[in-house]
Each structure stands twice: as structure tokens, then as C-alpha cells.
């Protein structure tokens, strides 16, 4: 155990790291705590090490899922960073419009897509370039261990914070419906993508082939063996 970390935090330590690969640094604690403290006592756990200490017993599967779903950073942005996209509108739609075109097909991943703003940034992306895959089927999976963050990229609601994080004026009002003080995303749009849950460390063969796989700032979370992994 490392100096002066509580028992119950390098349990818990171990626990992430083994089953979503994710690794907590060892001076965490107290955010950890913060994150956890409400989970343990919606569950009605009397405080954090029992809470911690179920996720080895009969109950750990509930408990699992509220652990993982409070611990996951889950950030993500429109059109993050800009760049990335931009370079993927300008060098690699040429690309796969050469290699895929007597497949007209396309397959692409959204890993760890979070709350599902990477995956209909793509959809959206790809609607705008609808003239150039006109009779192509294109299909966009995304994928993250968080179930909560899967439910809400489902949804497609988005506040107005969400939306202006990355996202054009002009994107926003044609792909977007404002509900009182939230946004939500074109049904077209929303029905390009296909939302699960998924561990990344567990087997994704059953997902298929893909021709363009995204795991933006998912490695960085990982250890040298994770990320070989």
C-alpha cells in the first residue's frame, strides 16, 4: 500500500485498473472521495471502504456500474480541437472516397466517445459531405465503458454550455432543436450512430472491421502495459 493512502482507495485502484484498464494516480484520493462519497450513501453504505469492499462481493455488478459512471472524466466537445476534423474532412474522406469506392461502404469507431459529441460531430461531417457518398452505406459505432454516458449520448440532449462548446452557430441551428434551455440533436443525425456500452479491454471482435477507428485522449489514461494492450 503506498504511504499514507487509505485501504480502501488502492482497492480501488486495482479494481479500475483491472477492469476498465484506466489508472488512478496514487495522489487522487481526495478526489476520488469526492466522486464516491454520494454513491456510497445513495447505495446505503455507511462510507467509501465498504462501499469499495462490495465491489469484490455478491453485489458487484450494481455497484460497479455507479462506480464507474462517477469516476469517468467523460470529456468531450463538438468538433473538439478543430484540427483533427479539419484534417480528416480535407486528407482522409479523399482517401477513403479511393479505397472504399468499389465497396461504397464505410465503418468507423468512436471509442471511449463519452457523452457522444465526437460520434455526431462525424455524422454531421458526413451529412455536410452527403453529395460525395451519395449511395454509400456509412456506418458510425460508438462505444464507452460508462453506461450513464451511453444513455445520454443516446439522448442527443445537450445544454447550452455543450453546445457552444465547438460548435458553429451555423451547425447548431441546423442540426439542433432548442427546448427551453436544451438542445437536441436532428433525428437524422441521431440515427446515423449507434450508441453501446462497452469495455475496450474486453473482446471488441464481435464490433467487426473498421475503416477509421477514433480513440482521442484515451491512451493517456492507461499504463505502458494498457496501452500496448
Not at 469526492?34 to 469484490?56: T, V, Y
Not at 453485489?59 to 470529456?75: G, P
Not at 467487426?208 to 505502458?224: E, P, Q, T
Request: glycine share 4%; aromatic share 10%; proline share 3%.
Amino acid at each position: 500500500m503506498r504511504d499514507n493512502a487509505p485501504a480502501w482507495f488502492e482497492v480501488l485502484r486495482r479494481e479500475i485498473k483491472r477492469s476498465t484498464g484506466v489508472v488512478i494516480e496514487a495522489d487522487r484520493a481526495a478526489f476520488v472521495a469526492s466522486r464516491l462519497s454520494p454513491i456510497a450513501r445513495d447505495l446505503g453504505f455507511p462510507d467509501i471502504a465498504h462501499l469499495c469492499l462490495a465491489l469484490m462481493g455478491p453485489q458487484r455488478s450494481r455497484i460497479h456500474r455507479c462506480v464507474i459512471d462517477a469516476l469517468m472524466i467523460n470529456e468531450t466537445s463538438f468538433f473538439r480541437d478543430r484540427l483533427p476534423f479539419e484534417e480528416f474532412r480535407r486528407t482522409i474522406i479523399p482517401q477513403l472516397l479511393k479505397t472504399r469506392s468499389a465497396a461504397r461502404s464505410l465503418r468507423i469507431w468512436s471509442a471511449a466517445c463519452a457523452t457522444g459529441q465526437e460520434a455526431y460531430s462525424l455524422a454531421m461531417m458526413f451529412d455536410e459531405e452527403a453529395r460525395l457518398f451519395s449511395g454509400w452505406r456509412i456506418e458510425i459505432v460508438a462505444t464507452d465503458v460508462s453506461q450513464s454516458a451511453i444513455e445520454a449520448a443516446r439522448a442527443g440532449i445537450y445544454n447550452q454550455f455543450q453546445v457552444q462548446r465547438g460548435l458553429p452557430v451555423s451547425q447548431l441551428l441546423r442540426y439542433f432543436t432548442r427546448t427551453n434551455d436544451t438542445w437536441t440533436i436532428a433525428e437524422h443525425i441521431k440515427s446515423r450512430v449507434r450508441f453501446e456500452q462497452m469495455n475496450i479491454f474486453d473482446d471488441t471482435h464481435s464490433t467487426g472491421c473498421f475503416d477509421v477507428i477514433c480513440c482521442r485522449n484515451l491512451m493517456l489514461y492507461f499504463d505502458a502495459d494498457g496501452k500496448k494492450a
